[in-house]
């Protein structure tokens, strides 16, 4: 059993939404003692280009290593996150050390993002954090040699750009981001795979031996969309047995050399697919 669903969801959102762009290793060993990042992101060669990742698409045109924190994060949590990406950085130069290739650059080596719901002025502070002037009003960035950065989902603008990080929040924040979510059109492209991940975590929470007050709202909330997925899943089998029944019955018609003019009206197949269902029959 998950003991940290939310932990697990963060960790199967970035993967899923981040792996068309590059190479996604969660739970990334860093060293002999088995450190785990929650999730190490390279990217490829491919130019992400016009995407709908919104604000996202900003931090994943390099090497970064995110750590989401479902409760607002420590200075100790943080430092744990900071320790464990030096650990990455000796690893990275360790291995081109053995390769015998150039040590890289600190531009060649992995930043530090951390996600927190919320996050108080005295710690950023205390951390000698400031506003990202790039990427706006709720992203901080550490003095630049410590490659890290914080992102304070609660003070993100609550616009269709930031709904990708707004999602890992909790309370009210993620509620109308999973609304927002669902509200999507059905044809773009992270809504389906994210509905079935709130969907698994909506099953897993419930698994709990203790189910908090925070997470009986957020499983309220998720049980519509799940029942849903569920009538969803059902009516697309039912779509793809009434698809695969016409088939039969066109190539029963085929054999019988009835013109595919013919076929596709009874069926509601099309030509060019009855076509190639003749070409299929005649090579077998």
């Not at 616009?159 to 979510?181: H, S, Y």
């Not at 009986?216 to 519509?224: E, V």
């Not at 969309?225 to 695969?244: D, T």
């Not at 595919?260 to 060019?272: A, N, P, Q, R």
Request: charged share 25%; proline share 6%; hydrophobic share 40%.
């Amino acid at each position: 059993m998950t003991i940290f669903p939310h932990d697990e969801f963060a960790k199967s959102f970035l993967e899923n939404l981040l792996s068309p762009f590059g190479k996604v290793e969660p739970a990334y060993k860093i060293a002999a003692e088995v450190r785990e990042v929650d999730v190490y992101f390279i990217p490829s060669d491919r130019n992400l280009g016009r995407t709908d990742l919104g604000l996202l698409a900003l931090f994943v045109t390099e090497l970064v290593v995110f750590e989401p924190f479902r409760n607002s994060v420590s200075v100790p949590d943080i430092r744990a996150c900071m320790s464990k990406l030096y650990d990455l950085h000796a690893k990275i130069c360790r291995e081109a050390n053995r390769k015998k290739q150039p040590e890289p650059k600190d531009d060649d080596l992995p930043t530090l993002w951390i996600l927190t719901p919320t996050l108080s002025d005295n710690i950023l502070m205390s951390l000698g954090a400031n506003l990202d002037a790039e990427r706006g009003e709720g992203v901080y960035l550490l003095p630049s040699a410590q490659k890290t950065g914080i992102i304070v989902i609660h003070r993100l603008p609550k616009t269709p750009e930031t709904l990708w990080f707004r999602i890992l929040g909790k309370d009210g924040v993620q509620r109308r981001a999973i609304e927002e979510v669902n509200e999507l059109p059905k044809e773009h492209p992270y809504r389906q795979n994210t509905l079935e991940l709130l969907s698994n975590l909506k099953v897993t929470l419930e698994n709990q031996e203790n189910i908090q007050p925070e997470d009986r709202d957020l499983i309220m909330q998720l049980s519509p969309l799940y029942l849903e997925q569920i009538q969803a899943a059902k009516q697309e089998g039912k779509q793809e047995g009434e698809q695969q029944k016409q088939q039969e019955i066109a190539v029963k018609m085929l054999l019988k050399n009835i013109p595919v003019e013919t076929i596709s009206e009874l069926t509601e197949l099309s030509i060019d697919r009855l076509q190639l269902l003749r070409s299929q029959l005649e090579n077998s």
